[in-house]
Every structure is written in C-alpha cells, then in structure tokens.
C-alpha cells in the first residue's frame, strides 16, 4: 500500500500534478495505513489484553486494597488499551494532515496530562469513598442516645457519593476538553453558560443541604418527643399527640420538598411568582372551606 501511494503521488509529479495533489494523496494513503493499523490492533487486542490484564489469584491469595486498585486498574486498560491507541493514532495522522503547528509536541503533552488527569480523578474518588465511610460512621455513643441515627445518616450516604463521584467527573471531563485545546475553561466564565450552571447546581445543592438537615432534626425531635410519653398518662393526650406530630412532620416534608422545588425552577429560569400567588389563593380557599 505504501509502494502504490508512493508510486501514484511521484508518478503524478513527474506528469504535471500539482505539489498540493501529492501532498493530498499521501495524506489519503497515510489515512488508509492508519485504518489498517487499527485493523490490525482490534485483530490482536485479545491476545494484548490478556497480556496487559491481572493475572489470576493464586488459591488462598488475599490480595491488600493497593493491589486490588492496581489489578482493577490493570483490567481497565486491558479493556480499553485498542481503543485508545487508534484515537492516538487518528490523532497522529490529524496532526501531521493538518499540519498543525507544535503538533505533535502538543499531542504527547496532551496525552500525557490526560493520563495525569485521570490518575488524579481517580485518587480522588478513592479518597473521597474513604473520607465518606469514616464521616458516616457513628460513634456508639449518639447510637445509644438514637438509636435509629445510624441507618438514617448511611441512607444518605450513596446520594452523596454519587453526588461527589458526579462533580470529580464533571471536573475531570472540563479539564480533558481544556487539555485537548477546545477551551472548556472559557464556559465558566462571568455570564457564560457555564458560570450560571454552576451557580445553579450550588445554590440548589445549599438549598438541598438545609432542608435535609431541617428534616432530620424535626424527625429527631419528633421521634424523641414520641418516645418520651408517658405511659401511664391520659390516652386521649398521647392519641392526639400521636396523631398531630406525624402530621406536622408530613406538612414539614411537603413545604421542604415545595422550597426545594422553587429554588430549582427559579435557577432554571422559571418566574415561580404566579406559582407562589397559585399557592396562596388555593391556601386561601382551603382555610375558607374548612371554616364552612
């Protein structure tokens, strides 16, 4: 294939072709070698991957959580390694096509800080997963005092990870696209789309984060209020207070989740002005018709 892109790129020289026309018909043949270099890396990427992949565990071997880190790490790039070569590859040929200038120095600094940002995205959702499980543990001292606290603070505990795991990735995929040269840092600039996304995302995340800890110290409070009635006191009493309480923690949870909602549509856009004269007309009507 060389030889004949060769031969057609001189030939065509020699016979009058333009310096631009072979220029392009190397630029075609070196993309035809290129696919069928890729062609090639799928055929063998079995064979490379079970090279690159961890091998087994030995019977009895319990392996430390560095190791498990370095085998899972050693399984991904053996799943991805083809596919990352032939974007390197494609990229080569992009560079040298387009005659870009630095372009090839450009490239290994790009994919070196990719590799360096994914390393660091991946530290730091470990680091994150570890920090998590210790600041969601419970002293068996507060169990003792509500014994219901634990369960209640770890069902929080998947939300926020994804949550955490979430914002590494965002951050990781700006900081790739800024690498690879599109600029993703100017999205974040003051007016931009991304500024006010983020200031959106905060300002719900902050509204979320208050209301959930409303609603948890309500609950704590109602739980100990439930728990601290007397058995031996007036039946009509603990049956309305056992009623009323439940109540006012449903009304607590419907205005927070009502607060949360607004905050959500005001940072989407939305005038949530009508929505709050709505609500208070029909507030309106309700207190009239249960008067009547």
């Known amino acids: 294939t060389t030889v004949i892109f060769y031969a057609a790129s001189e030939g065509g020289l020699l016979l009058g072709l333009p310096i631009t ?50 085998r899972a790490l050693r399984d991904r790039v053996a799943g991805l390694w083809h596919v990352i070569v032939i974007l390197w590859m494609l990229a080569a040929w992009a560079v040298w096509a387009l005659q ?17 940002i994914l390393a660091v995205a991946k530290a730091a959702d ?11 543990k419970v ?12 369960h209640r603070v770890g069902a929080y505990q998947p939300a926020v990870k994804t949550a955490i795991s979430s914002f590494i990735l965002v951050v ?20 931009r789309f991304g500024s006010r996304a983020m200031v959106a995302v905060v300002t719900v995340a902050i509204t979320l984060f208050i209301c959930v ?15 601290s ?4 006191g007036s039946a009509a009493r603990n049956a309305r ?6 109540m006012l923690r449903t009304v607590l949870g419907g205005v927070l989740l009502l607060v949360v909602g607004l905050t959500a549509l005001s940072e989407l856009g939305v005038n949530v002005a009508p929505l709050l004269a709505g609500a208070g007309v029909l507030g309106v009507a309700i207190g009239f018709g249960s008067q009547t």
């Open 21 to 70: 026309a072979r220029d392009a018909i190397w630029r075609v043949g070196l993309l035809v070698l290129s696919v069928m270099a890729a062609m090639v890396i799928l055929q063998f990427r079995t064979v490379v991957a079970a090279k690159l992949a961890a091998p087994p565990l030995a019977a009895g071997d319990v392996p430390d959580r560095a190791r498990i880190a370095m």
């Open 100 to 116: 870009i200038e630095r372009g090839f120095e450009r490239l290994g600094t790009a994919s070196l800080l990719t590799l360096v």
């Open 126 to 136: 470990e680091l994150a997963r570890r920090v998590l499980i210790r600041a969601f």
């Open 139 to 150: 002293s068996p001292a507060l169990t003792e005092h509500y014994p219901n606290l634990e």
């Open 172 to 191: 990781s995929i700006v900081a790739l696209l800024e690498v690879w040269g599109l600029g993703a840092l100017a999205w974040f600039d003051t007016g």
């Open 213 to 227: 800890a409303v609603w948890e110290a309500a609950n704590a409070a109602i739980a100990r209020q439930l728990d």
């Open 229 to 232: 009635l007397p058995a031996d």
């Open 241 to 246: 207070v056992r009623t009323l309480l439940p």
